[in-house]
């Protein structure tokens, strides 16, 4: 598989696979170590999914200003490297018990990610553009997106058996342990960059710096306070009168303005022969805003329902195997207890005062009566966090056979355009949606609990649209953007996926306003389907830019 392809790319493989461990380790018992009332913060859904979705939308936000000083001052080499120092740090700070660390932690993560995400793409980008590998861009994006999703796959894993046995805080510190490793590897391969990781410098026509401060920067910076401190219109649906939700989610909005002004500008101030391509490119970033919308409830919603409405109880071999590698906990069955399966109480705030909550889901609570152990009896259940593995399980297994089919449609000359790929990747995406809705349905909307394999079927389809999407995204960005700004174009790619977070963890955040389940549902639907629509709209232009350039 590697003979083919440049030789940086099995470090660059190994290095974003060992970033991307790190990474989803975190994100998978993120909100499940916020909402812990021993160890954790005692938030609620609605708290959690809200800093869940700001996080990661900060997250993949700052790839526009870390594209930006790799492209004209640090070069990729070193700001892969920072970036990926300040996240290992990050990691290991999440775990503190303060909420003021765990904020510096969190800037820590969404800053290095910004200087490590978009330019060790770009940097692959690099050398697939040498006209002995062109034709092999997409696969390489391919075999690149590989990499990350089995550090995404075996993290769960570790995080899993860490937490059970050690705690929150150990669980975060093998994130940052899997960061530095990150780091060693992508240096171990420095031989075989070349000149590939130098900066491209300040191009004419090019903003100077310090306005990109004074004109993004700075105007975000102001207008995120304004969205912050700003208020919309009290009623009861909206008692304490936000315009989008939160003050969190009104300072991102607000702050996203300048940015997306910015990219506008690019557009409009291009050059001739560059105009089109960038419009292309801005139109895709617009479109895959709604299925990050949707792809991102992975860790929040569909995490909420692995935990609550999914039978998660081992038996036989399977409980040996899971209790032997600490992947599973004991609970005891007590019929008239307020106790969580975990022996907590769970707490909720209100007006400033902690309380016991008695209406918090329990496990047995949704399980049906002819399924109840014996009162004091006790059962084994896996850890919520392992159902982030799905996802990237299904990516191992189907990244090949995508690779084979396209491989196999290019020897013929059939094979789909790259906007085609993505258009289809939203259709497919939108279809998965559906097997929740029937989960739903099977579950009597939440009264019992269903089995596992809905959430795998799900997770299975939203991968082959990923698969269709998600590379193919880095792979055009690489392909139409104009030279000089290659990594700030990537940053755009981010930007889309960070507004699409954002949206994520309000879709979330209104998961218990849903009587009927369903409806979460069919609201994810809706978006994902308008979405295709739009994309299928503007395939033929987006074509006929590609023909322009003279590539597929």
């Not at 009104?250 to 105009?275: H, M, N, Q, R, W």
């Amino acid at each position: 598989m590697w003979k083919s392809h440049p030789k940086a790319l099995p470090y660059l493989f190994l290095s974003e696979m060992w970033e991307r461990f790190g990474y989803y380790l975190m994100i998978g018992i993120f909100t499940l170590y916020l909402k812990d009332v021993e160890a954790g913060f005692a938030m609620t859904e609605k708290e959690a999914s809200d800093l869940y979705g700001t996080f990661i939308a900060l997250v993949f936000l700052t790839p526009f200003v870390g594209g930006l000083v790799a492209d004209r001052y640090l070069g990729y080499k070193k700001s892969i490297v920072l970036g990926g120092v300040m996240m290992g740090v990050g990691y290991f700070m999440m775990g503190i018990h303060s909420l003021t660390m765990l904020y510096v932690a969190m800037t820590l993560v969404i800053v290095g990610n910004g200087f490590f995400k978009p330019n060790i793409s770009t940097l692959l980008g690099n050398f697939y553009n040498e006209d002995q590998y062109k034709e092999k861009k997409d696969e390489g994006y391919n075999i690149f997106y590989m990499g990350i999703n089995v550090g995404a796959f075996i993290c769960n894993f570790f995080g899993a058996a860490l937490q059970i046995l050690l705690g929150w805080h150990y669980a975060f510190m093998a994130a940052g342990v899997g960061m530095f490793i990150g780091v060693i590897v992508f240096l171990l391969g420095t031989k075989h960059y070349g000149t590939k990781t130098e900066k491209k410098g300040v191009q004419e026509g090019d903003m100077p710096f310090y306005k990109i401060v004074l004109f993004i920067l700075l105007p975000s910076v102001i207008f995120g306070v304004i969205g912050w401190l700003l208020k919309g219109v009290q009623s009861e649906a909206n008692p304490d009168s936000y315009i989008f939700g939160s003050d969190s989610t009104d300072a991102f909005i607000f702050a996203c303005i300048p940015v997306i002004f910015f990219y506008g500008s690019l557009y409009f101030k291009a050059k001739t022969e560059d105009k089109r391509p960038i419009g292309a490119l801005l139109a895709i970033f617009a479109v895959v805003i709604l299925f990050w919308a949707v792809f991102k409830l992975n860790g929040s919603a569909l995490t909420t329902w692995a935990d609550r409405y999914t039978d998660r109880e081992v038996t036989g071999t399977s409980q040996t195997v899971f209790s032997a590698l600490k992947l599973s906990k004991e609970v005891e069955f007590k019929k008239d207890s307020i106790e969580l399966y975990d022996h907590n109480f769970r707490l909720q705030k209100e007006n400033g005062v902690v309380k016991k909550e008695v209406n918090y889901p329990l496990y047995f609570r949704n399980v049906e009566e002819s399924k109840k152990p014996a009162e004091g009896a006790k059962v084994s259940l896996w850890a919520t966090n392992l159902s982030q593995s799905i996802n990237p399980g299904w990516v191992i297994i189907l990244t090949p056979l995508v690779v084979a089919f396209f491989t196999f449609l290019r020897s013929r000359k059939k094979e789909p355009s790259t906007p085609t790929k993505i258009a289809f990747g939203l259709l497919i995406s939108a279809l998965s949606v559906l097997v929740m809705v029937a989960a739903v349905e099977i579950g009597n909307n939440g009264t019992e609990k269903v089995s596992v394999w809905w959430l795998v079927a799900n997770y299975g389809i939203i991968t082959i649209g990923e698969l269709f999407l998600s590379p193919m995204g880095l792979s055009i960005v690489s392909k139409l953007s104009p030279k000089n700004i290659t990594a700030l174009m990537m940053g755009g790619w981010f930007l889309s996926t960070s507004i699409g977070n954002k949206l994520s963890g309000v879709l979330a955040s209104m998961w218990d306003t849903y009587d009927n389940k369903a409806d979460f549902f069919w609201v994810n639907f809706g978006l994902l389907m308008f979405a295709t629509l739009l994309m299928f709209v503007l395939v033929k232009k987006l074509n006929k830019v590609m023909q322009e350039k003279g590539i597929n």
